[in-house]
């Protein structure tokens, strides 16, 4: 299983940006897949989650209506679009998934990328 994010960056408060995150090694379209994210000091906490087929998402309540989760099956591809962004978003951003191989379950995730609102 490999998770690769790309797309973080420095932006401008009230800026967007799009994640994307590319998963290899399992069969994608079968699993929800979330994004989190992390700031210095603190817990890794969840943004927002996707179910395999994309019917269905969650978001931190704190982001909804700014943070949008999409994916696509074809190019196994999971994309995070930030709009409005605060300073207070600035972290780095995790893919994650939960993977399982017969009774057993793995947690995977990417290697982050940093996501930085400042003006």
């Known amino acids: 299983v490999q998770l690769v994010e790309s797309g973080g960056g420095l932006v401008q408060p009230g800026g967007s940006l799009r994640l994307s995150c590319a998963a290899s090694g399992f069969t994608f379209s079968r699993y929800g897949m979330s994004w989190y994210r992390q700031t210095p000091g603190s817990e890794r906490e969840l943004v927002a989650s996707i179910t395999s087929t994309g019917s269905s998402t969650n978001y931190a309540d704190s982001l909804k209506g700014r943070f949008t989760i999409s994916r696509d099956n074809v190019k196994n591809t999971v994309f995070l679009q930030m709009n409005s962004l605060r300073p207070e978003d600035t972290a780095v951003y995790y893919c994650?998934?939960?993977?399982?191989?017969?009774?057993?379950?793995?947690?995977?995730w990417g290697q982050g990328t940093q996501v930085t609102v400042s003006s």
């Open positions: 994650y998934v939960r993977y399982r191989s017969g009774l057993k379950v793995y947690d995977y």
